[in-house]
């Protein structure tokens, strides 16, 4: 089974903090993505990566960066939390292909008070 | 560019019921649609998806869902529902290069 670990569950920080969201897959797979999701208006794509040290901006990158380091590993840093970055953070892993499906992580509740 | 309609935020179904959630592309090629399942507190799981050939696809759990180009629509469909069905159901189109784009979700409840 593909597994998709997010280093926390449930986070709570301070505006202006710097934070760091951790994605960690099992499965090899080259491409990875991470997501914001907000009641009402689905999934909305913040970043993905295709391949070690590689990055491209998705539809809201703004008040974000991302790093992929390792293979496995893909991290979204939040550089100054603000409140409106409040929102469940959703990571995925895909194989290269594109028809492959996304494995999805448990997700990491934020908030920013 | 690829977008999604979903055009129902909520239904409740009686258990054993039949279901039917609606879901609307605009794409100009032929597209590729995946249909995915989020329980509470999780992420999402996909329950099928079709990229070619037979336009009713089978999925996971006893889904199955009907690709219709005269219609642009991907609707998903079960025959009996169960409790266990109760969750939020995202309907997607693949947006090139393995990346999709989500609807905004239907929720659905299940009345025993």
């Known amino acids: 089974d593909v597994k998709v670990t997010q280093s926390s569950r449930y986070l709570v920080k301070r505006t202006g903090e710097k934070v760091f969201l951790e994605c960690v897959q099992d499965m090899d797979h080259e491409n990875m993505f991470w997501y914001r999701q907000d009641p009402g208006l689905g999934l909305r794509l913040i970043y993905f990566s295709y391949d070690v040290k590689m990055k491209e901006k998705g539809d809201i990158p703004e008040g974000y960066s991302v790093s992929r380091e390792k293979k496995e590993r893909f991290s979204l840093i939040l550089e100054s939390a603000s409140t409106n970055q409040t929102s469940m953070y959703l990571c995925?892993?895909?194989?290269?292909?594109?028809?492959?499906?996304?494995?999805f992580g448990p997700g990491t509740r934020l908030l920013v008070l | 560019a690829q977008s999604v309609t979903q055009p129902d935020i909520h239904i409740t179904v009686s258990e054993g019921a039949s279901l039917e959630l609606r879901c609307n592309y605009s794409?100009?090629?032929?597209?590729?649609l995946f249909w995915y399942v989020q329980s509470p507190g999780q992420g999402l799981q996909l329950l099928l998806k079709y990229f070619s050939g037979d336009t009713l696809v089978q999925g996971i759990k006893g889904f199955e869902a009907e690709f219709k180009r005269s219609q642009s629509s991907f609707n998903l469909r079960k025959p009996s529902v169960h409790w266990s069905d109760a969750a939020e159901y995202f309907c997607?189109?693949?947006?090139?290069?393995?990346?999709?784009?989500f609807g905004d979700g239907t929720t659905l409840t299940v009345k025993p």
């Open positions: 794409y100009g090629a032929t597209p590729y």
């Open positions: 995925a892993s895909q194989s290269a292909g594109e028809v492959e499906t996304q494995y």
């Open positions: 997607a189109v693949g947006a090139g290069a393995g990346k999709s784009t």
